[in-house]
């Protein structure tokens, strides 16, 4: 008979990836139907009531939850020293015997070992610490962390300018720096492109864009989503221009990002100019280019052939349903797929563009690049209504990124009835396999694009012959 068990860890904490790597580990036991072990965020907590696992009400965000489902009672022990082990083993070190502590600050550590750059990845919550800790220390510093207080942003940014430092980020989830891919980067080859990137996934479409029209990158220096907001006013952007136009390896400098503050981007613009290196902006918004235009400008601004860019399989144009629904783990495209369809169909036309990747999913949870469950969940959700006309989504490969994100997609594709549009955003050279993901996400009957722009209005016809 099946049955439900949760507990509470009081006080007990393990990072996302941590918790998702031992809910895998647990899930594969004999007996085991469903394991879900995380930190109790409201989030969290809302996707285990969902399934059925009733969360005790004193739960909190310092809380460990390990919620378990069994074919039989039986079972519990096994899956619960199942936990334990899992815990311990993604805890144990392998580093030999340790004759030396190891550094209590960032700091301390660049003190022992000499280095250029400092990668912060811990809860946002204390990601000013560690991260304030490098640029004091005189280094440059990428702040993978989301959820990072504004405030914090800035006055890190404030004091890495003073000093003639870089931050990149808070949430730069993408960075390609001395050609080595830091975070999620695509795998590209060098060449006279560099760019500067207020947008994770639009320097993702950027880099493997230009890869499929065979023009490196030498550096893509990624400075946050919010960077050229009112607020941060592009603080680390003029930083990250500055050392990109120094660089003799850069013929010209690409400058993407999500929607900046209109008088922002104005003085990017002037300071863009003044420099020797070209620079082409693409910042999206209304009536702006999107991400394949702008890099089709690139291409012929470097003398290159703009390529065709490739569709693979077909989605059957079934009747019934009304709205396009955009599943996204990319922020940028999600929201550059927004912006496509305001255009096309009227702002408030009913049609949802989610990002996954946003701040308020991940609290407690590894960034859905790494954890599709969330939007498996809210795929099943859009297939199941019946105004659901067309499903958009996105698949993004590279280094950190869930080694096959097709494999776990396919089946949830094949079992909806409504068209699936897909853009994929990755290269040849990449872990999982380009080809590889198109060819299983086609078997499953999705329509799949490099070009996220292509693939938006693609669904966007697909919403018309539905109608």
Sequence with gaps: MTTNHVELRPGAY???VTLLQVSRAVQGLDGVLAAQVAMATAL???????????????????????????????ALDVALAGVDAALRDANRRDDGPAEVAPPRTTASAFRRVPAGLALVSVPGANALVEAMDAVEAGHDVMVFSDNV???????????AAERGLLVM??????????????????????????????????????????????VGVSSALGVGGRDLSAEVRGLSTREAL?????????????????????????????????????????????????????????????????????????TAERGGGRFLRGLFVGGTLAGEAKLIAA???????????VDFGDDAYTTGRAHPMIDPSLRLDHLARAAADPE??????????????????????????AAISQPVVVAVVG?????????????????????????????????????????
């Design 14 to 16: 393990a990072d996302s």
């Design 44 to 74: 969290n907590v809302e996707v285990l009531t969902e399934m059925g696992f009733a969360v005790p009400t004193e739960a909190g965000a310092n809380d460990m939850v390990v919620a378990l489902r069994l074919d039989d009672a039986g």
């Design 149 to 159: 207080p504004l405030d914090q942003e800035i006055a890190l940014k404030r004091a």
């Design 169 to 214: 980020g808070p949430d730069c989830g993408t960075a390609v720096v001395g050609g080595l891919g830091l975070g999620f980067a695509n795998t590209v080859s060098p060449g006279p492109v560099g760019i500067v990137a207020a947008s994770g996934t639009g320097c993702q479409q950027l880099l493997t864009l230009l890869d499929h029209a065979g």
């Design 242 to 314: 500055r050392r990109l136009d120094e660089d003799a390896a850069v013929e010209l400098i690409v400058l993407v990002s999500k929607p900046p503050a209109d008088d922002v981007a104005a003085e990017i613009r002037e300071y863009a100019g003044s420099l020797g290196t070209p620079v082409e902006l693409v910042l999206l918004g209304p009536g702006e280019p999107d991400l394949t235009a702008g890099t089709e400008a690139v291409l012929r601004r470097l003398g290159r052939v703009v390529p065709d860019w490739p569709v693979s399989g077909s």
């Design 343 to 353: 255009e096309a169909l009227g702002a408030d036309a009913g049609h949802t563009f």
């Design 388 to 413: 659901t006309a067309v499903i958009l989504l996105d698949v993004v490969l590279g280094h950190g990124a869930e080694p096959d994100p097709a494999a776990l997609l396919a089946p949830a594709i």
């Design 427 to 467: 290269t040849d050279a990449d872990p999982q396999g380009l080809a590889r993901q198109i060819i299983t996400l086609v078997d499953a009957g999705a329509e799949v694009h490099l070009s996220n722009a292509q693939a938006t209005r693609r669904a966007i016809e697909l919403i018309g012959d539905a109608r």
